[in-house]
T-cell receptor, first 116, second 113 residues
Framework: DAGVIQSPRHEVTEMGQEVTLRCKPI?????LFWYRQTMMRGLELLIY????????DSGMPEDRFSAKMPNASFSTLKIQPSEPRDSAVYFC??????????????FGPGTRLTVL | DQQVKQNSPSLSVQEGRISILNCDYT??????FLWYKKYPAEGPTFLIS?????DKNEDGRFTVFLNKSAKHLSLHIVPSQPGDSAVYFC????????????FGTGTRLTVIP
């Protein structure tokens, strides 16, 4: 299995531009998570999906952030318009929630976003 | 508000000695705890976990201890190796709740050869 795939790995953009981050979860996993890593707050959960349905988006910082999961093998996180304070590493993770006693999540390599 | 706290941002240990990483939590509903390891330019990877019905779980050089009354857990690495140098994240979950994890801010471990 290729693991969780994220693209792009690096993104540099100017303030005000739209940014779209992409994620392909591990095949067969039915939960998908978007995190943001910062020095101050560590790994923050932004939103997660179960069976393609958004379950909890309370971590999404502002209306500028949106996420979609049109099917079981693809999700996007969009920032529009982007701001310098959005600069961070964004991780996507997936897990199989059918395994009731295991909460292990598998992370992608992350997208390092820099907003100038 | 951080429900999972790692108060030591960094730790340096000599090769062969014990590394002890600490984690505190505030939510009494948490009943499952995990440690993740993260190398630069990679995503976090699962290392070891413990359920609240146990107070210790061991896997090779890695042992996690849980003190429920103190809402504290620790990760022991013995003996420490240079390849263990990474950022370690503590995470917590409520099995009976949603399957999301709450992460701490991480501790950067440096094992000095």
């Amino acid at each position: 299995d290729a693991g969780v795939i994220q693209s792009p790995r690096h993104e540099v953009t100017e303030m005000g531009q739209e940014v779209t981050l992409r994620c392909k979860p591990i095949s067969g996993h039915n939960s998908l998570f978007w995190y943001r890593q910062t020095m101050m707050r560590g790994l923050e959960l932004l939103i997660y999906f179960n069976n393609n349905v958004p379950i909890d988006d309370s971590g999404m910082p502002e209306d500028r952030f949106s996420a979609k999961m049109p099917n079981a093998s693809f999700s996007t996180l969009k920032i529009q318009p982007s701001e310098p304070r959005d600069s961070a590493v964004y991780f996507c993770a997936s897990s199989s929630s059918g395994r009731l006693l295991v909460h292990e999540q598998f992370f992608g390599p992350g997208t390092r976003l820099t907003v100038l | 508000d951080q429900q999972v706290k790692q108060n030591s941002p960094s730790l340096s240990v000599q090769e062969g000695r014990i590394s002890i990483l600490n984690c505190d939590y505030t939510n009494s509903m948490f009943d499952y705890f995990l440690w993740y390891k993260k190398y630069p330019a990679e995503g976090p990877t699962f290392l070891i976990s413990i359920s609240s019905i146990k107070d210790k779980n061991e896997d090779g050089r890695f042992t996690v201890f849980l003190n429920k009354s103190a809402k504290h857990l620790s990760l022991h690495i013995v003996p420490s190796q240079p390849g263990d140098s990474a950022v370690y994240f503590c995470a917590a979950s409520a099995q009976t709740g949603a399957n999301n994890l709450f992460f701490g801010t991480g501790t950067r471990l440096t094992v000095i050869p």
